[in-house]
């Protein structure tokens, strides 16, 4: 693959753009400048620095962000910044088959709730983790405004009724970690899911955080804020 076609893949400008960067010595592959565009590369893990930025190639962008409270998982935020602001252009402008450039969140979390975040670019993986159908469990962590106890457990594995679908909706799991903290399971994702379900046992969501998505959890050592790439094994974990 032409060293232009890399870079346009890999989201850093229109082909000419691309181009222009490697002729004006922007572009290293493997720690040597390459001034030659139409040099040709295996393009998956290959190494390049663009413009001082370190990049690893990947044919399908798939990514973990610990999101921080604040932000939304919104392309057009209405009151906070929006949480593709924390991500790199180039997995902002990657050419993508839909009508929207870059990675796309699987799911969203609200403005005040933190964890774990997947983003790609892979439409048939964002179809597989959203879709209520394959009922990848997520876990989160919710502080409660009030103690609760074994009744609450109860009511959430047995199912409680939302406001809009008669239809009783369960936990997959809950335990008390704390009388105020409850790890709470679902397979599902419906709209403020997780507050509304802990309206329906009588008490109140004070913080909210996503720990796991299917067998992946949140890496104690990535910060809010930041993200990674996933690899095959993460992947594994989530899709199994």
Known sequence: MQLQDILYAQGFGTRRVCAGLIQQGHVAVHETVCLDATAEFDDEGLRLRVQGLEWVCHRRACIMLNKPAGIECSQKPSAWPSVYTLLPAPLRQRPNKSAVQGVQAIGRLDQDTTGLLLLTDDGQLIHRLASPRHAVPKVYEVTLKHPAGERELQQLLAGVV?????????????????????????????????????????????????????????????????????????????QS
């Open 162 to 238: 939302l406001d809009d679908d008669p239809r009783p909706v369960r936990a997959a799991a809950c335990e008390l970690t704390d009388p105020q903290y409850l790890r709470l399971t679902l397979t599902g994702g419906k709209y403020h899911q997780v507050k509304r379900m802990v309206a329906a046992v009588g008490n109140r969501v004070e913080a909210l955080h996503r720990s796991q998505i299917g067998g992946l959890k949140l890496p104690a050592d990535l910060a809010p804020g930041q993200w990674r790439w996933l690899e095959a094994a993460d992947l594994a974990l989530i």
